[in-house]
């Protein structure tokens, strides 16, 4: 079941018997009865939690008990040790003894019949424990979805090549699996492929399967971005091509039956918030989540300068405002290009700057988004 962590429940869980079961000593102490308050009484026997306690215990006498141990018939009150003095067998119990002190009366946590979790819900390790506790050994959630990653491009050199001429290392490969990792997904299939047709339609193939498919590169309008009319070849529907947005405009998605496909630009900061922004965001529909959690309102400490016509996703760091508590202070942190992985390594979050003649300035308040297993 504990598989099951960070999933939400597909179904709800109903108590199968009272919590506790029994009343349940809470403290290491002495079970007594009332009428004992401020004697000197004998100790019948000792109770450690897990057994039954199968012998009488005669007026005038008490038991040593353990946390977590079943009240025996008749016992009223639990009287911590610390509140005792003992000499050999014989305790003096306190003047005051409140009755049902230090015991959970049997069904006060929960009663048998009760909806203890309910659909929808996050199977946090609490809940995972509430589950466990009503004897459940298994339970039904959404599942993750299974993502399939294609990088195309003619440029990269392989895996364990030390690049020559025109050829780059490919870093979009380790970033997408990376970005997979932080969406708490199953470890990604990723498949390297050159600017070739027949060779993209031949690895699409291998995720037939798969929920939804991540494709960097191919699909700007290059002679060589083949990427859509590929994916369409394949059966899949496009819904749209190219987005108003910086870095990242030649997003490309597709539909084929259920099957989801992004074709993310090759351009590494293009590839890396489109899929923040978009590909997450699927994969927290898919598992019945809130896309819009990672969203919040921040205050930038920094002047940001964009297009009219385009949205401009800034990589940004965000930290906790020092004067204005619940509040968040957000540092631009600038590139060179859409490329420029470099000057943000640091980031935690991006800033969704709208299109604007003048540049945003600073102290604005703007819509940003923390990047996926950050800051919520």
Known sequence: MCEAAGLLLAENIVADWDFPPFPRAMMDG???RLADAGKSVPVAGELPAGLEWTRSWPDGTCIEIMTGAACPPGVEAVVPKEQVSREGDEIVLPLEIAPGEHIAPQGSECRCGR?????????TPLAIATAAA??????RAIPRPRLGILVTGEELAGE??????????????????ALAREACLPTPEVFRVRDNQSEIFHLLESFADYDLIVISGGVSAGNYDFVPRVVQDW???????????????????????????????????GCHFCFQRYVAAALDALEGKDPRAREFIGTINGAIRV?????????AQCKASVTAPGAWQVRPL????????FSCTAANCFIEAPPREEPWPEGSTMSCHWFLNQGR
Do not use: W
């Open 307 to 315: 297009k009219a016509e385009r949205t401009h996703f800034v990589p």
């Open 30 to 32: 002495f079970a007594v």
């Open 160 to 177: 364990n090549e030390i690049p020559q001429g025109a050829k780059i290392h490919d870093s979009n490969g380790p970033m997408l699996s």
């Open 115 to 123: 909806s203890v979790l309910c659909a929808g819900q996050l199977l």
């Open 134 to 139: 009503t004897g459940r050994r298994q339970v």
């Open 334 to 341: 600038p590139t060179v290009s859409s490329a420029d992985i």
């Open 235 to 269: 059966g899949g529907e496009a819904l749209f091509h190219y987005v108003q947005q910086k870095p990242g405009k030649p997003l490309f998605f597709a539909r084929r039956d259920k099957q989801l496909i992004f074709g993310l630009p090759g351009n590494p900061l």
